[in-house]
Every structure is written in C-alpha cells, then in structure tokens.
C-alpha cells in the first residue's frame, strides 16, 4: 500500500523560509514523478510543482515561479518543497502527490490518477 506522509508545515512569520517533507512508502519511490499542491480556506487544490523520477526535470506553477524549489532525494524516498520569503497568501494545508508514472504529467494533470497525503498545515501571519 502507498503512503504519503508530509511533515514540515506550521506557523512561519511573512519573510521565513520554509522546507516541507513528504516521505514516500510502499512502491519504487525512484520509478515515479512527485509533486506539491496547496489548498487555501474555501479555494480549490492548487498545483504547485512537479519533479520527474530521476529528478531532471521539474515545473512550478507561475504563481510561485522563483519562491518555491522542489527536489527529491530517491535514496530517503522524501520529496522537498522549499519555500522562499514566504506571504500570508500562501497559508494552505500543502499536499504532496505521487504519479503513476516517471513523466512530470502524471503529476501536473489532473486526467491522471496519483497517490495523494493526508497534508501538512502551513500558516503564515503578517
């Protein structure tokens, strides 16, 4: 059985920086593209960022271009979100996502099934 475990969120102050996990278990953690998105209070999920199995190849939503860097370390299993001069427009419980496949799309897409964790509370007061 797959499981996604995020870690890393809580409440940060509007300037911080802030580096969330998400620990993969139950497959070939290499073998699949991972990714983040959010969920603000009464806003539909959000895609964020993408990173493909081997790591090559990521992709950011424009709205956090240049603030947000994912990465991933296959030999943990563990996917990194790393937040920048965080705002208090990016308070959201952040969700990592597993794809079905290495491909960047498998994540981006929501015409793909993915693997979903249970989420990780970030709070960013003013």
């Known amino acids: 059985q797959v499981r996604l475990v995020e870690s890393g969120g809580g409440l940060v102050q509007a300037g911080d920086s802030l580096k969330l996990s998400c620990v993969a278990s139950g497959r070939d953690f290499s073998s699949y593209a991972m990714g983040w998105f959010r969920q603000a209070p009464g806003k539909e999920r959000e895609y964020i960022a993408a990173?493909?199995?081997?790591?090559?190849?990521?992709n950011y939503a424009d709205s956090v271009r240049g603030r947000f860097t994912i990465s991933r370390d296959n030999a943990k299993d563990t996917v990194y979100l790393q937040i920048t001069s965080v705002r208090p427009e990016d308070t959201a419980v952040y969700y990592c996502?597993?794809?079905?496949?290495?491909?960047?799309?498998?994540?981006?897409?929501?015409?793909?099934?993915?693997?979903w964790g249970q989420g990780t509370q970030v709070t960013v007061s003013s």
């Open positions: 996502a597993g794809g079905f496949a290495g491909s960047l799309v498998t994540v981006m897409s929501s015409f793909y099934d993915r693997y």
């Open positions: 990173i493909s199995s081997s790591g090559t190849n990521t």
